[in-house]
């Protein structure tokens, strides 16, 4: 008898494709598990090595041993000719059959029914937002606002990842010219807070919202979203996107084309790739820069030093990471400038490390380069320099409030105060002006200030 037969005989082929059906099976429902549970990465690699290592063993065991009428046997007890054989292998016959029915029970479930549930969800209407309400004139093109998304993981650990998420789109969407997007600091102000669609409009003067989820579990990321008109009071969409940790990029590609889609934007291709200007095609090295993000916003002491930490760790894994240095230069920016200084290191040594950390920004320009290139120049009092390079910061990155405000410090310092009073007063929204940090939401009376009293030159960039 070949060897084929006695894999046949011994129904090993019956075993493995069993034991596929029920690793399966039990990697998508431990992954559902524990994405309602704050469970550390290592946890479901864990469960995937051990499915693993089970699998040859699986094999073995049903080379070694017989499913026979009087139980499990040995093979080398078991005496032939009899009816063993054709019973354990319409046993395994049934039982595979039975595992495939539950993993298209499953399938069904989890790509049919939960796609309908959100379909549904699209067709759902709520209140809509009024027109007399408007805190604010809608602009002449699509106005729109990406609320935080909700960590789903249940995992705080996992929170900057989903804030990154948002981040990111909206950064995406705000390169879009044919677009007006609500900056990340008005957004984040949502956080957390039990509003209406309509009020989010109301209040940030905008038509269309897009809000949503993701939930992580190991190296598998899952995010929802839906595209809102809070004018008509429906979801234009509600789609769901599945990948892994390195598709996160494309994942956030898919849902920044299908808002583009849905408001039918024609873009070149060229402004498409200014998206990927200055990043990273490295999951690893992605993650640390989120984390660095993070902690850069806090604005603290403690956070400026752990964003360093992570920025550093960005710039190891992908040493062309241009956005990862301008993290790591705008950190130490804050760092000197702040005076967080420690052990008396001098405010020197750190203004230089910015620079340093900036030239290696700026060998693939992105708005944060320019607009930390702004600063130092400013600091160094090249005025003219540092506000070319904020108007390019700016046009990058156009939902970034803080710039509009450092251009507003610049022209205030070089003594047109009357400018600066304009552009100080459009960061002076309700609500964007309570998510500034403390130095801008100082800058925006003492710019107006200079204004009224026009004074030659009264403040000079500190």
Known sequence: MSFIDQLKRRNVFRVGIAYLIVAWLTAQVTELALGSFATPDWVMKTVLFLLAIGFPLALILAWAFELT???????????????????????FDFAIIGLLLVAVVFLVVDNYLLDDATDRLAEQ????????????????????VVLPFDNMSSDQEQEYFVDGITEDLTTDLAKMPGLFVIARNSAFTYKGRAVTHGQVAEELGVKYIVEGSVRRVGDRIRINAQFIDALSGHHVWAERYDGS?????????????????????NL??????????????????????LQGWDHYHRQSPEDAKNAVSFFEKATELDPGYSRAYAGLGRSYWDISNNWWLENGAPWQTTFNLAK?????????????????????????????????DIDRAIALGPSVADNTMVKARILNAIGRAG??????????????????????????????????WKPPSIWRWQ
């Open 125 to 144: 209407s709520f209140e809509p937002a009024s027109l007399d309400k408007m805190s604010f004139k809608l602009p002449d093109k699509p106005s729109i």
């Open 268 to 289: 070149p291709g060229t402004e498409l790739a200014m998206t990927l200007i200055g990043g990273t095609d490295n999951p690893q090295a992605y993650m640390a820069a």
């Open 69 to 91: 009428a009087d139980g499990i046997k040995l093979e080398k007890d078991v005496v032939r000719p009899d009816s063993s054989t054709r019973l354990s292998g319409r046993t």
């Open 245 to 265: 940790l390195t598709d996160v990029f494309a994942l956030q590609d898919s849902v920044v084309e299908q808002i583009v889609s849905a408001l039918a934007i």
């Open 356 to 388: 340093a950390n900036l030239a290696l920004a700026m060998r693939e320009p992105t708005a944060d380069a320019f607009a930390l290139s702004a600063e130092l120049n400013a600091r160094m009092g090249r005025h003219e320099q540092a506000l070319s």
């Open 419 to 452: 400018e600066a009073e304009q552009l100080a007063r459009q960061a002076m929204r309700p609500i964007l002006i309570t998510s500034l940090p403390m130095r801008a939401c100082l800058d925006i009376p003492c710019c107006i200030w200079s204004a009224m």
